[in-house]
């Protein structure tokens, strides 16, 4: 499907949510880190854009987690389905 409101981006969101917040970052915070703004890093984390390869890797960066956690953390909640 092409919309952004699928069940697989809800569960990439709630990644995203969970690391973020084991990381201790505020969305300025990590904003700041990904060289975004923060209007970017809440348009993503709310689901209102999507976040291209690069962006999600500094993403990883900032919340210092290696692409293959955050990916092994995904595809265990998309089995779960």
Do not use: H, N
């Amino acid at each position: 499907a092409k919309s952004i409101y699928s069940a697989d981006q809800e569960s990439l969101l709630k990644v995203m949510a969970r690391i973020r917040a084991d990381a201790g970052l505020t969305q300025q915070a990590l904003a700041r880190k990904m060289a975004v703004s923060q209007s970017t890093v809440s348009d993503i984390l709310r689901g209102q854009r999507r976040i291209d390869v690069i962006e999600w890797i500094g993403f990883c960066k900032a919340c210092k987690v290696t692409p293959q956690q955050f990916l092994e953390e995904l595809t265990f909640l998309l089995r779960r389905k």
